[in-house]
């Protein structure tokens, strides 16, 4: 079972930056594709962006438009999301997701961490 754990969300102006961090608690972390969503209130959730195992690979939605940074530390177990020239609509709770698959990681991955709230003000 993979458990992972969000941290660093917050209240951020428009044109801020924020680094979201996601900690797994898995020995094979390093065989798992990691990614974020988000859901705003009312929205479905939707994908921000993946990494493949080993970082050799990132996708992002259209709507990041280069803003968004997402890496990971395989030594720590950590996947992160740098959130640069942030907008009033990027405001949501950001959830970490993992999946051995990065094809189903992008749809349906099999595991959620339990989100971590961002909120961009103007």
């Known amino acids: 079972q993979v458990q992972l754990a969000e941290s660093g969300g917050g209240l951020v102006q428009a044109g801020g930056s924020l680094r979201i961090s996601c900690a797994a608690s898995?020995?094979?972390?390093?065989?798992?594709?990691m990614g974020w969503f988000r859901q705003a209130p009312g929205e479905a959730r939707e994908f921000v962006a993946a990494i493949s195992p080993y970082g050799g690979s990132t996708y992002y939605a259209d709507f990041v438009e280069g803003r968004f940074t997402i890496s990971r530390d395989n030594a720590k177990n950590t996947v992160y999301l740098q959130m640069n020239s942030l907008k009033l609509e990027d405001t949501a709770v950001y959830y970490c997701?993992?999946?051995?698959?990065?094809?189903?990681?992008?749809?349906?991955?099999?595991?959620w961490g339990q989100g971590t709230q961002v909120t961009v003000s103007s």
């Open positions: 898995e020995i094979t972390f390093s065989t798992r594709a």
């Open positions: 997701a993992a999946d051995p698959s990065m094809g189903r990681l992008t749809s349906r991955p099999s595991w």
